[in-house]
T-cell receptor, first 115, second 113 residues
Framework: RKEVEQDPGPFNVPEGATVAFNCTYS??????FFWYRQDCRKEPKLLMS???SGNEDGRFTAQLNRASQYISLLIRDSKLSDSATYLC????????????????FGGGTRLMVKP | NAGVTQTPKFRILKIGQSMTLQCTQD?????MYWYRQDPGMGLKLIYY???????DKGEVPNGYNVSRSTTEDFPLRLELAAPSQTSVYFC????????????FGSGTQLSVL
C-alpha cells in the first residue's frame, strides 16, 4: 500500500462546479498535512495546510479525518484557473532524524475545469 | 529575493555521463532538499541537508551525491547516468523542520538516453 494515495483523475468539471478530492495515508503517526498545487511542467506550490478542526481559505476547504486516515480538499465555484494537479502531502516526524520535515507526497489528482 | 534557483532547466545525457544540477537559495534557509518526480508520480526525496556541512540520504539516494559547503548552495551530482534517472528534478528549501512550507525551484527536466 502506498504511504499517501490519491485518485489520479482527471476530474473534468464545468466552471462553477464544486469538486472534492480525497487522499488517504497509511502511517497513523502522521502529524502534519498539506495540499500543494502543481501546474503543468511547473514546481509545486503550497496551497494550504490542513488542520485537525478543518480550515477554509476562500473557495477552498480542507478537512482531516484521523480515524479514517484521510484528508480532503473541497473547491467551490471552480474557475478555469483552478485547473492543475493537487498534491496531498503528509509529514511524519521521524525520531533521530535530522530532517524532521520528512514529507511524503501523493501522486496527485489532476483537475480540469472546462468553460 | 530570487528564491530557489535551479540550473539547467533541461539536459540530455548519454548513459554513463556525469553532470551536476545546481541549486541555490537566497532566503537563508537551513533546510534544503532534492526531489525527483516521475510522470504521474509524487515527489520522492533523494537527499536533504539541515545546514552547511550536513547531508543525509532520502528515500531514493542511489546513483546520486550531494554536498553542502555553504548555506546557499546544494548541488546534486549524477556520476554515471542511467536511463532510470530520467526524471524531473526539483530542489527545495525551508527555514526549519517546524516550517513545512517548501519553496521549490522551477525544476530540471533530465533525459538519459
Amino acid at each position: 500500500r502506498k504511504e499517501v494515495e490519491q485518485d489520479p483523475g482527471p476530474f473534468n468539471v464545468p466552471e462553477g462546479a464544486t469538486v472534492a478530492f480525497n487522499c488517504t495515508y497509511s502511517n497513523s503517526a502522521s502529524q502534519s498535512f498539506f495540499w500543494y498545487r502543481q501546474d503543468c511542467r511547473k514546481e509545486p506550490k503550497l496551497l494550504m495546510s490542513v488542520y485537525s478542526s478543518g480550515n477554509e481559505d476562500g473557495r477552498f476547504t480542507a478537512q482531516l479525518n484521523r480515524a479514517s486516515q484521510y484528508i480532503s480538499l473541497l473547491i467551490r465555484d471552480s474557475k478555469l484557473s483552478d485547473s492543475a494537479t493537487y498534491l496531498c502531502v503528509v509529514n511524519v516526524m521521524v525520531a533521530n532524524n535530522n530532517a524532521g520535515n520528512m514529507l511524503t507526497f501523493g501522486g496527485g489528482t489532476r483537475l480540469m475545469v472546462k468553460p | 529575493n530570487a528564491g530557489v534557483t535551479q540550473t539547467p532547466k533541461f539536459r540530455i545525457l548519454k548513459i554513463g555521463q556525469s553532470m551536476t544540477l545546481q541549486c541555490t537559495q537566497d532566503m537563508n534557509h537551513n533546510y534544503m532538499y532534492w526531489y525527483r518526480q516521475d510522470p504521474g508520480m509524487g515527489l520522492k526525496l533523494i537527499y536533504y541537508s539541515v545546514g552547511a556541512g550536513i547531508t543525509d540520504k532520502g528515500e531514493v539516494p542511489n546513483g546520486y551525491n550531494v554536498s553542502r559547503s555553504t548555506t546557499e548552495d546544494f548541488p546534486l551530482r549524477l556520476e554515471l547516468a542511467a536511463p532510470s534517472q530520467t526524471s524531473v528534478y526539483f530542489c527545495a528549501s525551508s527555514y526549519g523542520h517546524t516550517n513545512e512550507k517548501l519553496f521549490f525551484g522551477s525544476g530540471t527536466q533530465l533525459s538519459v538516453l
